[in-house]
């Protein structure tokens, strides 16, 4: 079983429209956890940390379900911008894992 | 503020060459470092990393090998590449934080092996 894993996508949406996606994780012990965005051919960048009790960026709200071992990046308000693709990172110890990506595409 | 330096951004080696990729990481100590190789169109694959010098933990089995020869310096190498060794290779460091570890990447290096 992987570490760490996502639905792949692609999510095709519409400018403005929400988009919400999973990932899932095997390891009970994990610590940390993650988004990171990744551009086309560029090195993957942080997007926000998720913390137990959930939070917002902006228009990005992460949530930590310990329970199911699972964390969710919701996005609200798409932007042409917003189009990448979405890695979900856990950390156990100093290892930090990631999952393969889920893709977005927002179209005008 | 910290930065990490990655080169060269694109490298085409023969089958059978060797390799040394280089990281060095400024304006921090004692990072924990991170070799990672994503091949086309996949995930991010862990390949090494390390939290001291001369401290390196391999991931998985291969054709690699990686050395920390210096604090803020992480050195992947290869005596022989393979065509399967191909891909998008990503030096990142990171700190534990307040709990909380968080990494960055350096801009990559696109290896193709012919």
């Known amino acids: 079983r992987k570490e760490v894993e996502q639905d792949p996508g692609p999510f095709n949406v519409p400018e403005g429209a929400t988009v919400a996606f999973n990932c899932t994780y095997s390891n009970s012990a994990s610590q940390s956890f993650f988004w990171y965005r990744q551009d086309c051919r560029k090195e993957p960048k942080l997007l926000m940390s998720?913390?137990?009790s959930g939070n917002e960026d902006g228009r990005f709200t992460a949530q930590l379900n310990r329970a199911s071992q699972y964390i969710s990046l919701l996005i609200r308000d798409s932007k042409l911008s917003d189009s990448a693709t979405y890695l979900c990172?856990?950390?156990?110890?100093?290892?930090?894992?990631f999952g393969a990506g889920t893709t977005v595409t927002v179209r005008a | 503020s910290q930065t990490i330096h990655q080169w060269p951004a694109t490298l085409v080696q023969p089958v059978g060459s060797p390799l040394s990729l280089e990281c060095t990481v400024e304006?921090?100590?004692?990072?924990?470092l991170y070799w990672y190789r994503q091949a086309a169109g996949r995930g991010l694959q862990l390949l090494f990393y390390?939290?001291?010098?001369?401290?390196i933990s391999s991931e998985v089995p291969q054709n690699l090998s990686a050395s920390r020869p210096q604090d803020r310096q992480f050195i992947l190498s290869s005596k022989k590449l393979l065509l399967s060794d191909s891909g998008f290779y990503l030096c990142?460091?990171?700190?534990?934080?307040?709990?909380?570890?968080?990494?960055?990447f350096g801009q990559g290096t696109r290896l193709t092996v012919v």
């Open positions: 390390s939290v001291g010098i001369g401290q």
């Open positions: 990142a460091w990171s700190l534990v934080r307040e709990g909380r570890t968080e990494a960055f």
């Open positions: 998720v913390y137990s």
């Open positions: 304006g921090t100590s004692n990072p924990n």
């Open positions: 990172v856990v950390r156990v110890d100093y290892k930090l894992s």
